[in-house]
């Protein structure tokens, strides 16, 4: 399998604009955890998906961020308008087991708004 | 809910030496442990997880950790580091059962040199 695929691997973007994250998770896994990573906040999760359903989306910062799960095999985490505060490094990561199971990052997308 | 502390933001080491990583949790009921790994522009590995059972876990790359229950703490140990060990470790928490959140501590940078 080629893991957990992010695109795009890096957003330049200037504020206002929307931005779209792309995630394909690894074929079979049943969750899904968008997070964001910061030097000042360090690795937040943000919402994540078991069965393309939204569990929990307590860590979105805002209404500004939303994100979806059309199917098995694609999720969006979408920020508009965007903020030079958003600037981050966005993850994906899936797992098939939420009992104890290992999540399994992805390379990440670096955002820079500015 | 759940947090995790790790104390050591940066532990510089030589090459061969032995490092411990320390890692303390709280949390009001039984959960699973995790140590992750980050190199540089990458995502996170999983390096190892105390689910139940012994509590010395052993992991990818040589590294070992010990789950203390009294202590409420999780460190992460190597008994002789290697260059390429340098990266960015991540202690990690989330209750037992189903559905719930992975929550990260802030990281401790490993920087190894001859």
């Known amino acids: 399998d080629a893991g957990v695929i992010q695109s795009p691997r890096h957003e330049v973007t200037e504020m206002g604009q929307e931005v779209t994250l792309r995630c394909k998770p690894i074929s079979g896994h049943d969750y899904l955890f968008w997070y964001r990573q910061t030097m000042m906040r360090g690795l937040e999760l943000l919402i994540y998906f078991n069965n393309n359903v939204p569990i929990d989306d307590s860590g979105m910062p805002e209404d500004r961020f939303s994100a979806k799960m059309p199917n098995a095999s694609f999720s969006t985490l979408k920020i508009q308008p965007s903020e030079p505060r958003d600037s981050a490094v966005y993850f994906c990561a899936s797992s098939f087991d939420d009992r104890g199971g290992e999540q399994y990052f992805g390379p990440g997308t670096r955002l820079t708004v500015t | 809910a759940q947090s995790v502390t790790q104390l050591d933001s940066q532990v510089p080491v030589f090459e061969e030496a032995p490092v411990e990583l320390r890692c303390n949790y709280s949390?009001?009921?039984?959960?699973?442990l995790f140590w992750y790994v980050q190199y540089p522009n990458q995502g996170l590995q999983l390096l190892l997880k105390?689910?139940?059972?012994?509590?010395l876990v052993k992991g990818i790359n040589g590294f070992e950790a010990e789950f203390n229950k009294s202590q409420t703490s999780f460190h992460l140990r190597k008994p002789s580091v290697h260059i390429s060990d340098t990266a960015e470790y991540f202690c990690?928490?989330?209750?037992?059962?189903?559905?719930?959140?992975?929550?990260f501590g802030t990281g401790t940078r490993l920087q190894v040199t001859l």
């Open positions: 949390s009001s009921v039984s959960v699973y």
């Open positions: 990690a928490v989330r209750k037992t059962g189903t559905a719930s959140k992975l929550t």
């Open positions: 105390y689910l139940s059972g012994s509590t």
